[in-house]
């Protein structure tokens, strides 16, 4: 049981580029949700996915797409990165229903954008 | 609008002390969830301890407990007997309403540090 895994870990990329980061669960959960993390300050959610085939802007979405094909992958997109991109992307997942259920995080991907 | 606040960047307590580290929020939600996650300098999101609005206890989780005073809206972390492993920062969370996706809304943190 892998929990949630993030592919790839570290990233460099050049202003302009494109690229996609894979969030995979195996615990299969109904909620997905991708964040970011920006030095001293908390997570921020960009895009969440409350089932499959369904996907929602979070608190800052522009600059990133996401899609969710199949139940176990959230992907998250940059089509044209931009140096403000440079983060730390966290993807959650969690079981749908209880209140009490807490969101699973995967290991994060460090993004540089040049 | 909701809001999650931790007014405290960095704390130090030493070993085997007691810590309280503070959050105060800020809904105009009847149902909610105040979450505690630790993420240590290797990057990973540790869930700690969680507390619904409607419950009547304060929730306590081994060496953690949460101080919940909803009147005041806050949901303190507290850290009983501290250990060198408790170095980390430290984030209050709340879930949204269902309506939303139980999406959560994190603060910007807290840094404990552990004396020996």
């Known amino acids: 049981n892998a929990g949630v895994t993030q592919t790839p870990k570290f990233r460099v990329l050049k202003t302009g580029q494109s690229m996609t980061l894979l969030c995979a669960q195996d615990m299969n959960h109904e909620y997905m949700y991708w964040y970011r993390q920006d030095p001293g300050m908390g997570l921020r959610l960009i895009h969440y996915s409350v089932g499959e085939g369904t996907t929602a802007k979070g608190e800052v979405p522009d600059g990133y797409n996401v899609s969710r094909l199949k139940k176990q992958n959230f992907l998250l997109g940059l089509e044209s990165a931009a140096p403000s991109q440079t983060s730390v992307y966290f993807c959650?997942?969690?079981?749908?229903?209880?209140?009490?259920?807490?969101?699973?995080f995967g290991p994060g991907t460090r993004l540089t954008v040049l | 609008a909701q809001k999650i606040t931790q007014t405290q960047p960095g704390m130090f307590v030493q070993e085997k002390e007691a810590v309280t580290l503070d959050c105060t929020y800020d809904t105009s939600d009847q149902s909610y969830g105040l979450f505690w996650y630790k993420q240590p300098s290797s990057g990973e999101m540790i869930f700690l301890i969680y507390q619904g609005s409607y419950d009547e206890q304060n929730a306590t989780e081994g060496r953690y407990s949460l101080n919940f005073q909803k009147a005041r809206k806050s949901a303190n972390l507290v850290i009983s007997a501290s250990q060198l492993g408790d170095s980390a920062m430290y984030f209050c969370a709340m879930r949204e309403g269902w309506s939303r996706g139980g999406k959560l809304i994190f603060g910007q943190g807290t840094e404990l540090s552990v004396k020996p």
């Open positions: 959650a997942s969690r079981e749908a229903g209880s209140s009490y259920n807490e969101q699973f």
